[in-house]
């Protein structure tokens, strides 16, 4: 665990209320995200999480203030924002036109000036980016011709050439196999290791709990804020996915089982057998 | 920003000289100026007696007039109309990241016919009208009826936030527009035959003047929309990845919707309704490479000009003495060209 230091926060918000099509979506919530920090936001479906990601990312209108860098989001002009805070998302592509390598030279965007042509450290940041996700093979092929998980890293490549100080990822392990989950990690922590705010929405829960932060959500609201190590952080974490977690530790990492419904009430009766592992959480009697 | 993972020994130095290179679309750039240049010829040497290429090097007062003042205008129109039409086309897939898109998308269509319908109707068809002040009367009301129905769908979708109001703005226009047309042209029937050549689009009448017109907001299009091609590179990633890359959505799309309309509304006033050139071109130049859009448009301009010149060539030749009218030939040529592939993918994966 990296011990958290009096850093200004990179990214900051206080969300009033945040509205889509009459229907609210977010409640009032504060969030910090310091910067050399893993944040994984998680929660069960439609608690809100990619919404909360885009409203901190500034692609949604919303009640509330947001600040980038210790700056009101409003004062950033559009390029400079755009260097300082990079964005992945999900399932957005549709190019089948342009190439892996153009496509991750994008990233390059609010670094070059108006139609000027790539620099070296543009194309150096391109080439560190495609190896770090292990794309640079296919950085020729159109990007619709390319598998789910190949598209996901060349995606991932994008976001990390435009070497931001923030980092937002909606859903980033979407495609990705086992081993590329590993690198994934491991790029994560590089990143956040080099000063990096990194955030990201996490549907895997046994990748989320190796975070340095979880922000639990549930029904458009932050339940818990803090370590996975935390045992209130954990409990949350159990309470926001109706009890139907076990939550297990295997060689000081945590792990997020599944319970079925009957193993809830094996559960509740506390009669698991590795019971010293699985928390024991306030059950409510049945 | 260090990534985790150990960079690959030696990939450094050679990551320079494989950087993807970009002679495709250079070479392709070539080739459809040459096909351009050869058909602007065939386009002059062709005539209601078939071929004549004798006439190419005549000095006869009459034929040298035609070559000059007929032919060569009449080609370089088709060329040049063309080429705003397949920008058009390029440029509508861009924004709307589709490629059914096509320029007539925001109701262009249906308000240049209007246009021209309404004029027809107040100018008469008298033979006195059918003179070169209505036709010159006729593509200023074309032009501002295409311009005005995308000004309308603008309005009709309360700005450029979202593209899908757009979209649906600009078939509601085009529905309305176009019943409206035909709603006049029932009541004054007079109309009907002057309105077909509108309707199916004619090279015929393009001379000098239309091609003073046409060239110069065809380099104004194109410049103004290679200049926005970075950010429809970033628009291909989708609307929240461009917008986290600074690009102003709102601005860019106003932009590109001014060069749709502009496009649009000069090849529509000079040539009529062209139907498959704007949706067909950018689909030849996908079909041969990829490439970013700034390649992407100026190929689908080259493409859109040669098309609509191989079909006023063909227009011309297949039944002369008479003429086709060149847009039944751009719809036969380019509906045939999309079926093609659709008639062959269901083969191939019964197959698999």
Known sequence: MKSITPHSPALQTQVQSLQLQGQTILHELGLALQPGQWTAIVGPNGAGKSTLLRAIAGLLPMQGQLQLLGRDWADWPARDRARALAWLGQNESSSDVLTAYEVVMLGRLPHQAWLAPPSSADHAAVLQAMQQTQSWDWRERPLGRLSG?????????????????????????????????????????????????????????????????????????????????????????????????HLVEVQGQWLALPAAPSARRATTAASVSPASNVLPLKRSAE | MDGALPAQPGAGSEAMMLIPSHHKPLVLLLALALLSSLLVLLGV??????????????????????????????????????????????????????????????????????????????????????????????????????????????????????????????????????????????????????????????????????????????AVCLLTALGSSRALDAMTLGESTAASLGVRLPTIRLILIAVLALATGAAVAQAGLIAFVGLVAPHLVRSRLHCTHSWLLLLSALTGGALLLAADILARWLVAPQELPVGVVTTVLGGAYLLWPMHRKPLLENRA
Do not use: K
């Open chain 2, 45 to 218: 040497a062709v005539g209601s007696t078939g071929f004549s290429w004798s006439w190419l090097n005549s000095s006869e007062p009459v034929q040298e007039q035609i070559l000059w003042q007929i032919r060569l205008p009449r080609s370089v129109g088709a060329w040049v109309a063309g080429g705003l039409l397949g920008l058009a086309g390029a440029v509508a897939q861009g924004l709307f990241r589709n490629a059914l898109a096509d320029p007539y998308l925001l109701g262009a269509s249906s308000g240049a016919g209007l246009g021209v319908a309404l004029l027809l109707v107040l100018a008469g068809t008298s033979p006195a009208a059918a003179s070169l002040w209505l036709r010159m009367g006729l593509t200023g009301a074309a032009f501002l009826g295409a311009v005005g129905a995308v000004l309308l769908t603008l309005i009709l979708a309360r700005g450029v936030e979202q593209t899908m109001r757009l979209l649906l703005a600009g078939v509601i226009v085009g529905v309305v527009l176009g019943s409206a047309t035909t709603l006049m042209i029932l009541m004054a029937p007079d109309i009907m035959r002057p309105m077909q050549a509108f309707v199916m689009g004619s090279t015929g009448f393009l001379g000098w003047n239309s091609v003073l017109i046409m060239a110069p907001l065809l």
């Open chain 1, 149 to 245: 998980g190949e598209r996901q890293r060349v995606l991932l490549a994008r976001a990390l050439a435009v070497q931001a100080q923030v980092l937002l990822m909606d859903e980033p392990l979407a495609h990705l196999d086992p081993p590329h989950q590993a690198d994934w990690l491991e790029l994560v922590r590089g990143l956040a290791a080099s000063g990096v705010a990194v955030v990201s929405v996490l549907h895997e829960l046994n990748m989320a709990l190796q975070a340095d932060s979880l922000v639990v959500m549930q029904a458009g609201r932050i339940r818990c804020q803090g370590s996975p190590e935390r045992a209130d952080t954990r409990a949350a974490l159990q309470q926001v996915f109706d009890e139907r977690l």
